[in-house]
Structure formats: C-alpha cells, structure tokens
C-alpha cells in the first residue's frame, strides 16, 4: 500500500490484484461528477432559453469574443504546463515539476487578470448582471467559473510551495495527478463557455 | 491500468492540436460564415477539443469502467434534465 493512498481491489491470491484505484482519484472523480451537473445544467438552461425565445439577439453580439480566444489560448498553455509537471514529477524532477505547477498557476492568474479587464469594459458599456437575460447567464456562468479557477490557482501555489528536494517522488505525482485532473476539468468548462457565451452568440 | 509514458512532446502535440481547432473556431466567427454552418463548426470544434483533454490530458484513454461512469453519468442525467425542463422554458415568456 502506498504512503497515504488507499487502494482497494479484488484480488485471487495475495501477491495478486486483478483491479485496483486510488480513493484519492476516485474522489475527484466524483466531486467533478458533481461539478458537471453544476455547469451542465446552467448551460442547459442557457440553451434552451436561446432556442426557444429566438437567440440572443444583440447582447449576445457585443461580448468580447476575442478576448475571450486570448484567455483560451492561455489556458491551454497552462494546462501544457501542468501536464509538464507531471512528466517532470514522474521522473521525479521534483524542482523541475515545481517550475512548471507555478507556470500553470502563473498563467491562470494572466487568465484572470484578462477576465477582470473583460469585466470592467462589458459593465463601463451599461452590460451589468441585470441588463438583460444573456448578461445574467453571462456573470453567472463565466463567474463560477472564474472561482473554480482561483480554487486551483490557490491549490496550485500551495503545493508549489510545499515541495523540496526532500519532497517524496510518489507524494508529489500522487498530488500532481489530482490538482491537474481538476485543472483539465476547469479547462473543459472554459472551452464550452467560450463556444456558448462567446462564439455562438457572435457567430450570430 | 493507468498508462504513464505521456511524455512532453505527447503533451505538446496535444496542445499543439488543441490550439488549431481554437484557430478554427475563431476564424468560423472572423469570416461571418452562414450562421448555422458557423454554429455547427464552432460546436463540432468544441467537442473535438473536450474530446482530446478528456482522452490524453485527464488519461480517460486508459480509465477503467467506473471512472468513465463517473464520467458520462452527470452527461446523460443533463441531457435528461434538459428534455425535463424543456416544456417548462418554451412556456415561461
């Protein structure tokens, strides 16, 4: 059994296990479960109301849609990033994988600084929460998102901090493997909101 | 079992991948294509993108059973719930 990992598992013969899980991994899985009801059905919601009531109409032709690609695109470097670290923390590289978590962490703040200049120009333009329907759903959706990524960013720093070179290779994976699940997690939701609250709208 | 030999140039041909179809989906909106090819494109390309996360960054490729029904159960219980609440929006206005 691993250093404060349960596993569990079926096994024929005690040198054996024929299936076998981290509860850690598990428990992750289970709570982005949860979290995937939470956006799914703020999205569903979102959609419905587009095809029913006849799109978005000029609201949705104002969001900021290139912006929103730039944040994107720095998404998708910080999660290459991450998944760096976890290469690095395999070949137990521990300073090398805490190079690149902090680059990840990094790159979500850059995200969340863009996200606050994209905020500031929408309501300095009169587009508040309660300007229209697409604004509420707009705040609504991208701000939840927004704090699930400062609760990885928040994550992410705190584990950077926590490792040296004394730091046990099989503890630092372990960990990696959960934050960065998370962090793809954050990632998927992002590009969804991006092709429903940014594209789409635009695109007409 | 999970598969550990995801090495860096795999994690950067995925974002490599991942970057193209954003180009993709941008440009679809830059263009002004046809409104109902632009959402079909911007949608098929946001899939592809959950798609190829799911597969090689969140290891879903080499996952056993229970986690990819961890995985697509909240999916399916959505897709329900969006033919359950349908009625209730067409009437709501």
């Not at chain 2, 996952?63 to 909240?74: G, H, K, Q, S, W």
């Amino acid at each position: 059994m691993a250093n404060s990992a349960v596993e569990i598992g079926i096994s024929h013969a005690p040198h054996e296990v024929e299936t076998s899980f981290e509860i850690g991994k598990l428990g992750m899985w289970v709570f982005l479960a949860g979290e995937t009801m939470l956006f799914g059905g703020l999205m569903c919601v979102f959609v419905l109301e587009w095809i029913y009531h006849g799109g978005w109409g000029a609201d949705g032709a104002h969001v900021n849609w290139p912006l929103g690609a730039i944040n994107t695109f720095v998404l998708f470097t910080s999660s290459l990033t991450a998944a760096l670290a976890q290469g690095a923390a395999r070949v137990h590289d521990s300073a090398r994988a805490k190079r690149y978590l902090s680059a990840a962490a990094l790159l979500g703040v850059l995200f969340l600084i863009i996200k606050a200049f994209e905020y500031a120009g929408d309501y300095h333009e009169g587009f508040t929460p309660l300007a229209a329907l697409f604004w509420s759903f707009y705040y609504l959706m991208t701000g939840l998102h927004v704090l699930h990524l400062l609760g990885g960013i928040v994550v992410m720093f705190g584990l950077a901090l926590m490792v040296n070179p004394r730091t046990p290779a099989s503890w630092l994976e372990r960990k990696l493997k959960y934050i960065c699940l998370y962090w793809y997690f954050v990632e998927t939701v992002w590009i969804l909101l991006f092709a429903l609250v940014y594209l789409a709208p635009a695109a007409g | 079992m999970e598969q550990t030999d995801f090495s860096a140039s795999d994690s950067l041909k995925t974002w490599g991948l991942l970057v193209v179809l954003l180009l993709i989906g941008v440009l679809t909106v830059a263009l002004g294509l046809p409104r109902s090819l632009a959402l079909w494109v911007i949608f098929c390309v946001a899939a592809a993108q959950a798609y190829v996360i799911g597969r090689y960054y969140m290891r879903l490729r080499s996952e056993d059973v229970l986690i990819y029904t961890l995985a697509l159960l909240p999916v399916v219980t959505v897709i329900v719930l969006a033919f359950v609440l349908s009625p209730d929006v067409a009437m709501h206005r």
